[in-house]
C-alpha cells in the first residue's frame, strides 16, 4: 500500500517498483487495468502496451495481460483488496491532515501490517502467512537493479544557457545557446544530449524554480563572450530608461553569475 501523487505514468511505474521490492520477487504476469499509463488499446483488433509500461515489464521480465474491458470478474481479488484496504487503512487516517507524500506514506506503513496480519476467520491465517506459503515460491527472483522511468524532451537552450524543466533550470555549454537539446530524465537525474553526444548530467531538482548550474558551462569563466553579455543586457535597459538599468543591474548582481539573471531581465 503506497500513496502517490497520481495515476500518471511515472508514479503508476514507481508503485510497480516499490511493489516487488515489498514482495522481494516479481509475479510471472502483471495484469493491470485499462489506464492509459498502462494500457493504449485493448479491443477486438488488439492490445497495445505504454511503451514505457512495455520496457518495465521487460525490465522484470514479466508479461503483461490486461483486463477486458467492462469485466468486473478479472479484477474482482483487486477490488476486494482496495476496499479492505480503505477500511484498514485509510479509514483510520480520515481525522489526519498530512503535509506530504512521504509523512502520509510513514503512517501508511505503521498501519499495513494490521492489515497483512490480521488473521482470518475463515482461515485461520494471516494474509502475510498466505503469502509466504503460496505466493512467494512462485514469484520471479528481483533484477540487480530497480527499473528507472525515464521521460524524453526536446528543448531549447535559453540565453542563459540553461533549459527549463518543470519549472526548474539546468545549465549546458554556452556554445549551445539557441540550439534544441534532447533532455532524458527520471526521479534522480536529468542527461541532456546534443547531436547523440552528452553534455551536461545533473541531478533531478526538486524544489521549483531552483537552478543548477554547472561553472565550466558559464560564458563569463571563458574568453570569448556572446551575443548576449552583461554589458548588452545593461546598454539595453539603457535605452527605456535609467531606473530599468538599476533593475537589470540588481537582478544580475542577487545571481550567482550574472547571465543566470539574463532570462528574468529578458522577462
Known amino acids: ?10 508514479d503508476f511505474i514507481l508503485s510497480h517498483t516499490l511493489c516487488f521490492e515489498f514482495f522481494g520477487g516479481v509475479s510471472l504476469m502483471l495484469i493491470p487495468d485499462n489506464l492509459k499509463s498502462a494500457v493504449i488499446k485493448n479491443n477486438k483488433d488488439g492490445i497495445i502496451i505504454n511503451d514505457s509500461y512495455a520496457a518495465m515489464a521487460r525490465h522484470y521480465g514479466s508479461a503483461v495481460m490486461p483486463t477486458r474491458g467492462y469485466k468486473p470478474k478479472d479484477k474482482a481479488h483487486v477490488e476486494l483488496s482496495v476496499k479492505l484496504v480503505q477500511r484498514w487503512i485509510l479509514a483510520r487516517l480520515r481525522n489526519f491532515t498530512f503535509y506530504s507524500i512521504a509523512e502520509l506514506n510513514k503512517e501508511i506503513e505503521r498501519l499495513a501490517p494490521l492489515y497483512h496480519d490480521k488473521v482470518m476467520k475463515h482461515l485461520g491465517k494471516s494474509r502475510r502467512e498466505l503469502f509466504l506459503e503460496l505466493d512467494k515460491p512462485a514469484l520471479m527472483p528481483l533484477p540487480t537493479t530497480r527499473y528507472e522511468y525515464k ?3 526536446l528543448l531549447k537552450v535559453s540565453k542563459d544557457y540553461h533549459i527549463q ?17 534532447e533532455v532524458w530524465f527520471g526521479a534522480k537525474i536529468v542527461t541532456i544530449t546534443y547531436e547523440g553526444k552528452t553534455v551536461a ?3 533531478k531538482l526538486l524544489h521549483k524554480g531552483t537552478y543548477s548550474t554547472q561553472h565550466e558551462h558559464m560564458a563569463s569563466s571563458h574568453q570569448k563572450y556572446l551575443e548576449w553579455s552583461p554589458g548588452k543586457i545593461m546598454n539595453w535597459g539603457l ?6 538599468a538599476k533593475l537589470f543591474k540588481n537582478i544580475m548582481k542577487s545571481r550567482p553569475h550574472p547571465e543566470m539573471g539574463f532570462r528574468t531581465c529578458l522577462g
Open 151 to 153: 521521460e524524453f524532451k
Open 1 to 10: 500500500v503506497h500513496a502517490t501523487y497520481s495515476q500518471a505514468q511515472r
Open 201 to 203: 548530467t545533473h541531478p
Open 239 to 244: 535605452s527605456v530608461g535609467t531606473e530599468t
Open 165 to 181: 524543466l518543470e519549472h526548474n533550470f539546468y545549465s549546458v555549454p554556452y556554445q549551445l545557446i539557441g540550439k534544441k537539446v
